[in-house]
Structure formats: structure tokens, C-alpha cells
């Protein structure tokens, strides 16, 4: 694909990457009222074939232990169910599915048993509907799992399931686009930093230019830690592979089928008239940026044999479908790693994300845009996940993680 050259050599914001949460830093930049900047989208790839945006499996879930967290996904379904609302009334804006049948977070010991009580609790205060079932629970709402070894779970049936993710992406480009925010076809190959080392002056892209910036937002998913060394930044973050299949029952379950995480690590969900699973590799090393190859003996030998004990009607099924993707893998606690660098100042983070960064992201967008633009966040608070926890080794404790 050929390159673009920008139409300016200096933009106010530069952001390096234009998927999911560089569209929406974008798109929440040209909404914000008290910012008037201009701003470059540089994109390696616009067609995206081979970022996490696109191998994502697009779910929310309240069922978070951090606050913050819980709160980010609270904002993400009502940016959701309100989209057209927060895209201007535009009449053009279709609204995005929310399938809210919930995540069922299974436990095999007494530990993790206490473990989802402790959360429900943090996340009822918070108004989320987790509720903690036992045995007996699960079995009456869906009694087609075999519960043998299970000895509880948590749930919750509100704003939590499959959102089309998509439509906001495709939305905030193009809305950001028709705002004046300029995408191009290109790759960030260097940064030029002041004399003093604190401030990014420029960044140099692939076809030759230099273009000036007042900030520059890294938002190069599983490549973030090579976008930040050009600024001379240490982050922990890799690319590391996660699996999805899609299957076909022979027999479909009569009701939705939750987002069924299983103490194997397989979890498991409806996805329309099919099913989708998924899992980390038992070995999980960083990979390279460019190696999507699939490995089948994970479906094989981990996947389908879980999926049959804990749902005995999915012994007959069929593989229609799957892919490898990459998680931009926080190694120190699989956090967001959000907001500006403490001594490069306009350096901007939205890295990190690991299996969270489709929820996250309108959060992270008006977020990040109220920093640029006014220095400070003015709606929910995220300097929990700012840079200094890294050089302080100072890991966020997420307990749900998937
Ligand atoms: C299998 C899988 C399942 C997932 N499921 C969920 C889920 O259910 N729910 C959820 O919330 N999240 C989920 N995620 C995570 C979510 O998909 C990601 O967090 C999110 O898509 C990250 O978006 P991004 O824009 O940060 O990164 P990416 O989508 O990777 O985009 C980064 C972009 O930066 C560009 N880029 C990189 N370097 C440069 C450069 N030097 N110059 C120019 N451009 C550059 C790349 O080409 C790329 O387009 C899942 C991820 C995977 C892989």
C-alpha cells in the first residue's frame, strides 16, 4: 500500500497508530469544546489486517475487582446504548448491539469462591448486577453445564456480554475524519526530543517527512513498546498470542450461553447462531509482531475437551472459524498504562491493555482528550494506570483477568 504524506508538517497532536483506541483519542479530541488543535492519525496499516482491533472478541464486563476498571466499563455501556446521542444526535449513526448475557466466572476452590464474593461485593456498591451463585443456582438458570468439580460462580446480567465494538470504530473514524482530523497511511519510524530530553519535538515517519507536534499520543497497541523507545522509553508491553474459535453445535442450547470462563482457562459464549471460545496458550512467551499462525492442537487438545465437559450437548460440534491475535500484554499487571510520561512530558500512553482495550476504550478517549486539552481529567479519574507505577514496580492487583 502506498504511503501518505501529511498535508502539514506541524500538527498539536500526533497519534501513532489509528485503531480502536487511536480513533478514539481522535474522535474525542474533535468533540472535546475546549480543544481546537489540529491533529495527525499516522496508521502503518489502514487496513488494519493485522492489529488487536481486529482479532478482538468485542465483550464488556463489569466484573472487575479495581474500581476504576468497573467504571470504565460502566461508561462503555452507556456510550453504547446512547451512541448516536454521544455522536451528535447524527442521524447517519446506527445503534450498536449490546448482548448483555453476562460473564459467569466459574470456581473450582474455596479461595476463588471467596475471591468472586469479594469482588460482587466491590462491584454491587458500585451498581454493577454480579450476582454469586451457587451450584444449586447455576444449575436451575442453566442446567445444560456439568457442574461436576464447580462450586460457584459470579454473574451479573446487566451491561455485561458482546458489544459491537466495530460500529463505534468505524464511527469515530469517520466522524473524526469529517471533523478535520487527518488519517494517513504511513509509519512512525523515529522521534526527535528537545536538548533537554523532556519533550518530543518531532516525529519522523517511513516516507521521509519530519513533522513538529505539540504532543504525540502512542497508541500502537501490541507495538507500543517500540513506539515508546523511540522516545528513548522503557514499557512492558508485548505482543502475546490469544486464540479464538468459532463452532457450530449439532444441538444448540435453548438460552444464550454466557461468557463461561472455565477454571481450565477455556471460556466459552454465544456468538449469534454460533459459539466462540478462546484461551491462552499453557506456554505464553512474547511472539513476533508479524506471526499470526494458529496453532490447532490448542483447539484439539485443551479447547474442545473443555468445552465438552463443561457443556456435555457440545460433544458434537464443528469448527467454522478462527484466528490468532495479539494482546498488547502488560508483563507487570496487564493494566492500561495511560496519561503522560513524567519527565517526557508530552509523551502520551494509551498502551497496554491486554484482553480490556475494546471496553476501555471511550473511557481512555475522553479521558486522554481532557488531558490534552485541559491537562487534567475532568470526568473519571485514571492516573491510577499513569507511567510511575511502572519505574515504582508498582503492579495494579486486577483479580479478573481473562
Ligand atoms: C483475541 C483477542 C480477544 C480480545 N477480546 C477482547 C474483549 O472481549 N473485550 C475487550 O475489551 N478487549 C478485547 N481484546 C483487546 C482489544 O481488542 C484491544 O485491547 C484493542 O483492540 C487495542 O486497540 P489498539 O488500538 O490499542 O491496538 P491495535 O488494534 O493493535 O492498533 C494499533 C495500531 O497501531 C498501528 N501502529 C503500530 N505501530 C505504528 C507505527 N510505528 N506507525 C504507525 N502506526 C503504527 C498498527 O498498525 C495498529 O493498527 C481482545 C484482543 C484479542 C487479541
Request: with cysteine; net charge negative.
Amino acid at each position: 500500500m502506498t504511503t501518505q504524506a501529511p498535508k502539514q508538517t506541524s500538527y498539536d497532536v500526533v497519534i501513532v497508530g489509528g485503531a480502536m483506541l487511536g480513533s478514539s483519542v481522535a474522535w474525542f479530541l474533535s468533540d472535546n469544546p475546549d480543544f481546537d488543535g489540529s491533529v495527525l492519525v499516522v496508521e502503518r496499516d489502514t487496513t488494519y489486517a493485522a492489529c488487536s482491533t481486529v482479532h478482538t472478541n468485542s465483550c464488556m464486563r463489569q466484573q472487575f475487582s479495581t474500581e476504576v476498571n468497573i467504571k470504565m466499563s460502566q461508561f462503555a455501556a452507556d456510550f453504547v446504548k446512547n451512541f448516536r446521542e454521544y455522536m451528535g444526535n447524527d442521524e447517519r449513526v446506527p445503534q450498536p448491539v449490546l448482548q448483555s448475557y453476562g460473564y459467569m466466572y466459574m470456581a473450582d476452590t474455596h479461595e476463588f469462591v471467596s475471591t468472586l464474593k469479594d469482588t460482587q461485593q466491590v462491584q454491587a456498591r458500585l451498581g454493577a448486577g454480579t450476582k454469586h451463585m451457587s451450584p444449586d443456582d447455576i444449575a436451575r438458570d442453566y442446567p445444560f453445564y456439568n457442574l461436576d468439580g464447580i462450586l460457584g460462580a459470579n454473574h451479573n446480567l446487566k451491561d455485561e456480554g458482546y458489544f459491537d465494538g466495530n460500529t463505534l470504530f468505524d464511527w469515530w473514524k469517520r466522524v473524526a475524519g469529517e471533523r478535520g482530523v487527518e488519517y494517513v497511511n504511513n509509519t512512525v519510524t523515529g522521534m526527535g526530543l528537545n536538548t533537554a530530553g523532556n519533550r518530543v519535538e518531532t516525529v519522523t515517519l517511513a516516507s521521509g517527512e519530519v513533522i513538529s507536534c505539540d504532543t504525540v499520543v502512542n497508541a500502537s497497541g501490541p507495538r507500543a513498546s517500540l513506539t515508546s523507545e523511540m522516545a528513548g522509553i522503557h514499557l512492558p508491553i508485548e505482543p502475546r498470542k490469544r486464540y479464538t474459535f468459532i463452532f457450530a453445535a449439532e444441538r444448540p442450547l435453548d438460552r444464550d450461553l454466557p461468557l463461561t470462563i472455565d477454571p481450565s482457562g477455556v471460556h466459552m459464549r454465544t456468538d449469534g447462531t454460533y459459539y466462540l471460545a478462546g484461551c491462552p496458550p499453557d506456554d505464553d512467551p512474547a511472539v513476533d509482531h508479524d506471526d499470526y499462525i494458529e496453532d490447532h492442537s490448542i483447539w484439539q487438545d485443551k479447547v474442545w475437551p473443555a468445552i465438552a465437559n463443561r457443556i456435555p450437548q457440545f460433544e458434537a460440534i464443528k469448527l467454522i472459524n478462527s484466528w490468532a491475535g495479539h494482546y498488547a500484554y502488560n508483563t507487570l499487571d496487564q493494566n492500561a498504562v495511560l496519561g503522560p510520561h513524567p519527565d517526557v512530558t508530552n509523551f502520551v500512553f494509551v498502551n497496554g491493555f491486554s484482553g480490556h482495550g475494546f471496553q476501555q476504550s471511550p473511557a481512555v478517549g475522553r479521558g486522554t482528550a481532557e488531558m490534552i486539552a485541559h491537562g487534567e481529567y475532568r470526568t473519571l479519574d485514571l492516573s491510577l494506570f499513569h507511567y510511575e507505577r511502572v519505574t515504582q514496580n508498582n503492579p495494579i492487583i486486577e483479580k479478573a483477568v481473562i
